[in-house]
């Protein structure tokens, strides 16, 4: 199999990463001391692709760990991902996917656990009971944090309307393509970078969850 670089937009490195201790990647020596990093990059190579929905499902989950954990390391597999959505619908399902590879957190699919421990199910939740677009939820302290997302704050290129459905239509040549694909990154710059403290683009409020 032929092996290519992965190259992407400049500034994926310039998003803080999220650290988080996994007990069980510390078990089993994949980690040393089960400390583990999550770049922009790696949800990105999860979905496949970089836009506001991937951007904002790492922002919200950066920022509701930072919310229940403050200066502590989050715990993964210690953390419930609660999705107000139904899976299938809009986007739901991609922000539950970069939540879930971030926290660990899983549906009835994931990790049964090792004598009793780890088991990584039942920690993600569809049309939860909640009142917020996602709310991550502590097992340990069952704290939660309610999280809602709105990229409207940070408006597209006006041109991509025009470029888009002549790069679907394979219409467009490789400057139009080229030309499309800097502009879209361009928003996830400004979300991720420019924005990423923007009050209109997360909101993130703490509450106590059910026991």
Known sequence: MKRVKMNAPY?????????????????????ENGMLEYSYQDVVKLAGHSCPTVAGAFLMT?????????EEIPVRGEIKVLMKGKLGDGVVGVIANVASMITGAT???GFHGLGGKFDRRDLVCFEA?????????????????????????????????????????KKADEDERNLFGTLWQERVRKIMIDHCDDERLIRCRKVVGEK
């Open 129 to 169: 009971d909640i009142e917020s677009e996602m709310a991550l939820e502590r097992t340990d302290t069952n704290e939660r944090v309610l999280l809602d997302y709105d990229p409207s704050c940070v408006e597209a290129d006006p041109r991509m309307g025009a470029l888009l459905p002549h790069i679907l239509s």
């Open 107 to 109: 549906e009835k699919g």
């Open 62 to 70: 950066r920022s509701g760990l930072k919310s229940l954990y403050a």
């Open 11 to 31: 500034f994926f490195n310039l998003i803080p990463q999220i650290s988080m201790f996994d007990p069980l990647a510390e078990v089993l020596g994949a980690a």
